[in-house]
């Protein structure tokens, strides 16, 4: 049997899951009973939690879903250089890149808004967002502990802004310092602040101090929830995972049979883990027979209704024990994603934090650890500036055996606090087979999505970006050759739909080997191909003149960049 890839995300919801609709009840049939009891279950929960969870104004909700959609474009393109296991913070990574923004101008801020899918947006409801859920998310669930922590460390000879510091201080809460860089250990400083703030999760950000830094941005986020529903220890026993490249490892597999929100489709099947009274959970993600962690994350970064699909089942749930770390370096996904001129000393533009300043390195360091009680994770989030990184009914067969995709998340904002990808499980190496077991859980629950008719919705078609870096060759034939050769040589066979973000144009004139013109630079936002080749064509045009009675050499070469 072909490996399947599963995964798992952790989520922290605070709505509560929508029941299924009840038919007319004349006779009480078994699905009146199993609805009636799922109805019973999910009152009950709701009158123990006592509270919604996080309340957004309708403004605060868009930047929560602005959070949402960021969280699986940076997941995408993290994947995109790391196959296997996968954990981030996408929260931690977004209050980064926050501070950052409050610091920047120009292009540079443009581009970290877009980055974040807050185009367009005001410093100060973005901010007011970010302090909501600073100061609103610990008291979402008084079981569940929840710490968002940021810092700005700065050398004396580079001063921040005061607008820039005020806001940092009052609307980030941040620990803002100055230090003396050449005579103080920050590396020390530096590492046991995220210590401190992940409870000793991670206590090594950095190894050593980089000579050129003369800012540190730190985010950090710590969370520790205790399931709303404990694994009974007696229960754990070992049992096959499938790692994503076909090997078979023996792990401690937790088991639990119980009442919990599932669903399930064509594309895959998930469960939903409470903590505590029920507003922060673990959503997990286990692809159907023939799909893949990527046809997952692909159908779940176009839902936006995840809250609305699950219904309460008895479930016989299996779920590895395990823990995982993962560090990330974000420049190359960053620069990926849209933010290009923060990390080029000479275009970088932070004249709100300090203008001698460029955005060096952004790095994550990220770590979960799941077992029979619950779940504890942490993320730490940095940025150096240089001077210019869930019986008697059906029961679903939920075996989580093979890589999965997890997110801990809030029910009523959807904000994604941590997602990653499991692939792979330590543990002692097997050749034994469990196919057949597979194959009986993909029957049992496919039989049950025939009975119930569901039909999922799973979003719209891809949007997608053009993505191009081409340096032209030189057209001694001038512009027509030019011409030619941009429309036999565009790599999307309909340029007129795709959209193209930036085009830098630039076109040099060489004269007998050297340039005699200056640059010539068309720098144009959001064109079209069509449109691109047109300014190209109206590009100025110089004649040969003659050199000693003999025509001079004349090569006209043209450098075309779409990002």
Not at 103 to 112: L, N, V
Not at 216 to 242: C, D, Q, V
Request: proline share 4%; net charge positive; glycine share 6%.
């Amino acid at each position: 049997m072909k490996s399947v890839i599963f995964i798992m995300m952790l989520m922290a919801s605070l709505t509560c899951c929508e029941t299924r609709a009840k038919g007319d009840m004349a006779l009480p049939s078994k699905q009146n009973i199993i609805e009636s009891s799922n109805e019973k279950e999910i009152n009950n929960r709701e009158k123990e939690k006592g509270q919604k969870g996080l309340i957004l104004t309708e403004k605060q909700k868009g930047y929560a879903q602005a959070t949402r959609t960021f969280a699986f474009q940076l997941l995408k393109e993290v994947r995109k250089d790391k196959k296997e296991d996968v954990l981030i913070s996408p929260l931690s990574a977004a209050y980064l890149l926050g501070m950052l923004e409050n610091g920047a101008s120009g292009t540079t801020r443009k581009q970290i808004l877009s980055t974040m899918q807050m185009d367009g947006c005001k410093d100060p409801e973005m901010n007011n967002f970010f302090h909501h859920i600073l100061v609103s998310s610990s008291e979402v669930d008084k079981n569940v502990k929840l710490s968002i922590a940021n810092a700005i460390m700065a050398d004396t000879q580079y001063p921040l802004g005061s607008k820039f510091k005020e806001v940092m201080s009052e609307q980030y809460q941040a620990y803002i310092k100055n230090f003396d860089f050449n005579k103080t250990n920050m590396v020390s400083i530096i590492n046991d602040w995220a210590s401190k703030h992940t409870n000793g999760k991670i206590n090594q950000m950095i190894d050593d101090m980089n000579r050129d830094a003369v800012l540190y941005a730190m985010n950090a986020l710590y969370f520790k929830g205790s399931w709303a529903n404990k694994f009974e220890k007696s229960e754990t026993k070992l049992g096959i995972f499938k790692a994503q490249n076909g090997s078979k490892t023996k792990v401690p597999m937790m088991h639990r049979h119980h009442s919990y929100p599932y669903y399930s489709n064509e594309n895959y099947s998930a469960v939903r883990l409470e903590y505590g009274n029920g507003n922060y959970n673990m959503d997990i993600f286990l692809p159907a027979k023939g799909k893949t962690i990527t046809d997952v994350i692909s159908l779940l970064s176009k839902d936006n209704k995840r809250n609305n699909i699950f219904t309460y089942e008895q479930v016989d749930l299996k779920l590895p024990r395990f823990s995982s770390e993962f560090s990330l370096e974000m420049n190359k996904t960053l620069q990926r994603m849209g933010i290009v001129n923060a990390f080029k000393p000479k275009l970088a533009n932070f004249s709100r934090m300090n203008k001698e300043v460029y955005l060096s390195k952004a790095i994550q360091k990220s770590r979960i650890d799941v077992n029979e009680d619950g779940s504890e994770a942490a993320a730490v989030s940095l940025a150096y500036m240089s001077a210019r990184g869930y019986g008697p009914f059906d029961t679903y067969l939920f075996h989580v055996n093979r890589p999965f995709v997890y997110v801990i998340s809030e029910k009523n904002s959807g904000m994604i606090y941590f997602i990653g990808v499991k692939t792979k499980m330590p543990g002692q190496k097997t050749t034994e087979n469990d196919d057949a077991e597979d194959d009986d859980v993909q029957k049992n629950n496919q039989s049950k999505i025939n009975e119930k008719k569901e039909k999922p919705s799973l979003g719209s078609n891809d949007n997608y970006v053009l993505n191009i870096a081409e340096q032209m060759p030189s057209f001694p034939g001038g512009m027509k050759a030019l011409s030619a050769y941009l429309k036999s040589n565009t790599r999307d066979p309909n340029p007129n739909d795709c959209m193209i973000g930036r085009v830098i144009l630039a076109f040099v004139v060489e004269k007998n080997g050297r340039i005699t013109q200056p640059l010539v630079v068309h720098s144009l936002d959001k064109v079209y191909d069509d449109e691109a080749l047109r300014v190209v064509k109206n590009m100025p045009r110089w004649n040969p003149g003659k050199q000693n009675g003999k025509p001079e050499r004349v090569r006209y070469t043209i450098a075309v960049t779409f990002f």
